[in-house]
């Protein structure tokens, strides 16, 4: 019980930073939910407890991959808001138009040039901002959502790190480490609906 209480109060930490964010709070609540409970159901899902409940909830982030997630994000309601927690993000096609409006960066060969670019973006279109990572013959490397900038003037992305890895709030930074120098960085502004 200790550690779910843990859970609990780090997740409440995350999320209390995250909702005074700009782009969080230009989300609709729809979309707002969905952050939410992804972040609750990654708590779930590192449980070692045998519940079916918690399993259910590792097959959820084993399931998904980063892009799927922020296009299901931007959809809200596309399998009902009010699916149980396990089945809100078991969304795995891509429609093409995800990409559309997406404005990509020539090469970026470090993170000052990334923050820049983004940043730009950013005082054209406000938050939040989708990002998407890609090489010159692929779209979809990588997805996440920008959120804004902390306290700490750290800028905040919301994420799915991939097909059997965790929703998580991280650093633009360490985005950028997981894909450095050689990759083209597209933004658009997030869809809501």
Not at 35 to 58: E, F, H, N, P, W
Not at 114 to 122: A, M, R, T, W
Request: aromatic share 10%.
């Amino acid at each position: 019980m200790e550690r779910i209480h843990s859970e609990a109060h780090n997740r409440n930490e995350i999320l209390k930073n995250v909702e005074g964010l700009l782009g969080y709070q230009n989300m609709t609540p729809a979309q707002q939910r969905l952050i939410r409970l992804s972040l609750y159901v990654q708590d779930r899902a590192v449980r070692t407890s045998k519940l079916s409940s918690y399993s259910k909830s590792g097959e959820v982030v084993d399931a998904w991959f980063c892009t799927a997630a922020v296009s299901a994000i931007e959809q809200a309601d596309v399998l009902g808001i009010e699916t149980a927690v396990e089945e809100v993000f078991v969304y795995s096609e891509l429609d093409e138009s995800f990409f559309e409006g997406m404005e990509y960066s020539e090469k970026i060969t470090d993170y000052a040039s990334l923050l820049q670019f983004v940043q730009d973006k950013i005082d054209i279109y406000s938050l939040p901002l989708v990002l998407d990572v890609a090489t010159a013959t692929f779209k979809g490397v990588h997805g996440c959502i920008i959120l804004g900038i902390d306290d700490e003037n750290n800028m905040l992305i919301w994420q799915k790190e991939g097909v059997k890895l965790p929703f998580s709030v991280v650093t633009l930074k360490d985005v950028y480490a997981d894909y450095p120098s050689g990759y083209f960085w597209g933004v658009r502004k997030l869809i809501q609906k």
